[in-house]
Nanobody, 117 residues
Framework: VQLVESGGGLVQAGGSLRLSCAAS????????MGWYRQAPGKQRELVAG????????NYADSVKGRFTISRDNAKNTMYLQMNSLKPEDTAVYYC???????????WGQGTQVTVSS
């Protein structure tokens, strides 16, 4: 499974961005997916997760009400709509996928999100 993120960039506080994660390869094996982020000097943290069918989602407290995770399995793509962005949202955002059965984790290369104050 290969994951490629896109949609990052520089935005002012209060603005919005939409990240995409395109999956290829053995996409039939993908179960849950999620977005993680890592700010300079900090550990990577879970931002949002979504189950295989998209019916269940979960969010970090810091992004609840502002971010929305979704996926389109027909397009093998996952999204993260980020609204009301804050400078503390600045980080490299990574796409993650878990394979059914083996529970192998796959990671994208990351996309930079920078929010200016």
């Amino acid at each position: 499974v290969q994951l490629v993120e896109s949609g990052g960039g520089l935005v002012q506080a209060g603005g919005s961005l939409r990240l995409s994660c395109a999956a290829s390869g053995s996409t039939f094996s993908i179960d849950a997916m999620g977005w993680y982020r890592q700010a300079p000097g900090k550990q990577r943290e879970l931002v949002a997760g979504i189950t295989s069918g998209g019916g269940t989602t979960n969010y970090a407290d810091s992004v609840k009400g502002r971010f929305t995770i979704s996926r389109d399995n027909a397009k093998n793509t996952m999204y993260l709509q980020m609204n009301s962005l804050k400078p503390e949202d600045t980080a490299v955002y990574y796409c993650n996928a878990v394979a059914t059965g083996s529970w192998t984790r796959y990671w994208g290369q990351g996309t930079q999100v920078t929010v200016s104050s």
